[in-house]
């Protein structure tokens, strides 16, 4: 699957994953492959991604994450620090 994270001032990734674990706003949730299609909006939490390297993590304030046809568009507003 191939997943971009974007937010308004960089792009935080952009590759190949195994699978993403977002922070939904009714639930946390998983991505894996073939996933349905999904438009979802996140809540503050962390995304996870699992790539063939290893484990990613990603803190966020909100967003809003779309899948479809095993490509994934994370639009997220990060935590300031």
């Known amino acids: 699957m191939k997943l971009t ?11 190949e994953v ?8 009714k639930a946390p949730f998983e991505v894996l ?15 996870s991604i699992k790539t063939s390297g ?8 909100s967003g809003f994450i779309e899948v479809l ?3 994934i568009s994370i639009l997220a507003q990060p935590v300031k620090e």
């Open 54 to 61: 290893g484990t990613e993590t990603f803190a966020i304030e």
């Open 69 to 71: 046809n095993n490509n």
């Open 18 to 25: 195994t699978s993403v674990n977002v922070p939904g706003v």
């Open 5 to 15: 994270i974007l937010t308004p001032d960089a792009q935080l990734f952009e590759g």
């Open 33 to 47: 492959n073939n996933h349905s299609p999904v438009v979802s909006a996140l809540e503050k939490g962390e995304i």
